[in-house]
T-cell receptor, first 111, second 115 residues
Framework: RKEVEQDPGPFNVPEGATVAFNCTYS??????FFWYRQDCRKEPKLLMS???SGNEDGRFTAQLNRASQYISLLIRDSKLSDSATYLC????????????FGPGTSLSVIP | DTGVSQDPRHKITKRGQNVTFRCDPI?????LYWYRQTLGQGPEFLTY????????KSRLLSDRFSAERPKGSFSTLEIQRTEQGDSAMYLC?????????????FGPGTRLLVL
């Protein structure tokens, strides 16, 4: 089993749709969780950290379920500019001492 | 531009040759990371430095790979006797670590093609 798994994608959704990405991790000692965004042929950029209580940033909501070892990202009212690959990232300690990126899920928002 | 820079952006080499990549992190960032990314996959951790100390190396980093950060600023990643399987994007990231989770800032990457 891979250490971090994500929905295989790609997701093709119309503008304005709500889309959810799922991520599971295998190591219960994982402590830090993030979502990164990577545009085509560009470097990854941090989208948001994921906190135990869940957190929201505008149209983006991240949730963490430690018992199920599951992380989610919800995008509401999707925009064309949201088209990218979304990477789930898990770190073993409360730092980046061992960082594992998931394979990513590709999103295309269609006019 | 005060972001992370990498040089070269693209490198084509023949199998068996040595290549060296450079990463200049954001000024005063104490941590520097190297990753490798292949098409359709997320970045794979290779190694990282805190200041000039190399704190961890992935088992992916064979003895053909070596990384240095001699003065705690820029870093180099060298691949000796390149193989076709080394073809990938090599990403560098830096962060300011102060004991808790920190944001990594990635450079644009060096795309390596081994013929």
């Amino acid at each position: 089993r891979k250490e971090v798994e994500q929905d295989p994608g790609p997701f093709n959704v119309p503008e304005g749709a709500t889309v959810a990405f799922n991520c599971t991790y295998s190591n219960s000692a994982s402590q830090s969780f993030f979502w990164y965004r990577q545009d085509c042929r560009k470097e990854p950029k941090l989208l948001m950290s994921v906190y135990s209580s869940g957190n929201e940033d505008g149209r983006f909501t991240a949730q963490l379920n430690r018992a199920s070892q599951y992380i989610s990202l919800l995008i509401r009212d999707s925009k064309l500019s949201d088209s990218a690959t979304y990477l789930c990232v898990v770190a073993l300690k409360s730092s980046y001492d061992k960082v594992i990126f998931g394979p990513g899920t590709s999103l295309s928002v269609i006019p | 531009d005060t972001g992370v820079s990498q040089d070269p952006r693209h490198k084509i080499t023949k199998r068996g040759q040595n290549v060296t990549f450079r990463c200049d992190p954001i000024s005063e960032h104490n941590r520097l990371y190297w990753y490798r990314q292949t098409l359709g996959q997320g970045p794979e951790f290779l190694t990282y430095f805190q200041n000039e100390a190399q704190l961890e190396k992935s088992r992916l980093l064979s003895d053909r790979f070596s990384a240095e950060r001699p003065k705690g600023s820029f870093s180099t990643l060298e691949i000796q006797r390149t193989e076709q399987g080394d073809s990938a994007m090599y990403l560098c990231a830096s962060s300011s670590y102060a004991g808790g989770p920190e944001t990594q800032y990635f450079g644009p990457g060096t795309r390596l093609l081994v013929l």
